[in-house]
């Protein structure tokens, strides 16, 4: 596949988008964004929701690649992940079906495995095949994006990299973040691997920075040709001082996601 130039961008108003069109342009992409709000200063961004599939075949229309951001991005009521995340998702991936587009980078989540024990004192990593065991319907809806995404590839030849991200913000916020964290800068690498790794079939892969405190295996990321750089460890005993080491008997620190296990976040909208 040559590399892709062009690069839909849906869910640019959100976090992740915000700092991906800051960052990926550096890599030589051109983007095009797409979210159900504004774009801030991005007057030609697309305004469209994930419902909209006539609004999706115009957006994809002549793009090289997509990276799917958009949706729901934290724990709601059933029926409306049902409609930005589960629909939604089958709505872009019709879309690039019709009008050929040929590799997306699927922004699935640790939440897909979060009700998986994470690793203790020398256990080994997780890896990419451990069963998935969704901790929210939030979860569950990255959860069917990988089958999704798997589906496209066996039965349409859409190559799609599902990223399972941890936690993509500026800074580690908590400890269990020292665990999860991707940088915003590793973000933009693994993304950029992620569209120009030839032959990625379905590959799916975590998404974090190089963290002493890792949980899981990045070999599949690093297949991709993704070296990450960032490690989270510089701010460990800021946060460790602050909010005390996780407690293994505590349930809301006993697996991958969390406190999503026990009392997840819930969508502002
Ligand atoms: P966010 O909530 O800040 O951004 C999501 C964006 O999607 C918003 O701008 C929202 O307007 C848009 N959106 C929601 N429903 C839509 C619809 N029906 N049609 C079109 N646009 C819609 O979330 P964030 O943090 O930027 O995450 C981006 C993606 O990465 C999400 O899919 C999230 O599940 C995933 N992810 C993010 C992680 C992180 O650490 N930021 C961790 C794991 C996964
Ligand atoms: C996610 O999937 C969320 O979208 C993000 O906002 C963070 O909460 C992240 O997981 C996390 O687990 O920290």
Redesign the pocket.
């Known amino acids: 596949m040559p590399a892709p130039r062009t690069v839909l961008l849906?869910?640019?108003?959100?976090?992740?988008?915000?700092?991906m069109r800051g960052l990926l342009p550096e890599y030589g992409y051109t983007l095009r964004l797409?979210?159900?709000?504004p774009?801030e200063g991005e007057p030609d961004a697309i305004t469209?929701?994930?419902?909209?599939l006539d609004a999706l075949r115009e957006a994809v229309r002549g793009v090289d690649a997509i990276i799917?951001?958009?949706?729901?991005?934290?724990e709601a009521p059933f029926e409306k992940i049902l409609?930005?995340?589960i629909e939604?998702t089958y709505h872009l991936y019709e879309a690039a079906r019709e009008k050929g587009v040929r590799r997306i980078v699927f922004?699935?989540?640790?939440?897909a495995v979060g009700c998986t024990p994470r690793p203790r004192d020398g256990d080994p990593l997780i890896p990419v095949d451990t069963p998935r065991r969704p901790d929210t319907f939030?979860g569950l809806s990255?959860s069917f994006g990988e089958d999704l995404a798997q589906l496209y590839w066996d039965k349409h030849g859409i190559e799609t990299v599902s990223?399972?991200?941890?936690?993509?913000?500026p800074e580690p916020t908590s400890v269990r973040m020292l665990s999860?964290w991707?940088s915003p800068a590793d973000g933009a690498r693994l993304f950029h691997a992620a569209l120009t790794a030839p032959d990625v079939g379905h590959t799916v892969v975590y998404?974090s920075s190089a963290n002493t405190r890792l949980w899981w295996d990045l070999s599949t990321a690093r297949a991709l040709g993704y070296e990450p750089r960032d490690d989270s460890e510089p701010y460990a005993a800021q946060l460790i001082a602050e909010q005390g080491e996780l407690d293994p008997d505590d349930p809301a620190h006993a697996c991958l996601g969390g406190h999503f296990v026990t009392d997840p976040p819930i969508?502002p909208?």
């Open positions: 849906t869910g640019a108003a959100g976090g992740l988008g915000t700092l797409l979210d159900v709000r774009v469209a929701d994930l419902a909209d799917h951001l958009a949706g729901i991005s934290l409609k930005a995340n939604g922004a699935s989540s640790n939440h939030y990255k990223v399972r991200i941890g936690s993509c913000f999860l991707l998404g969508w909208h």
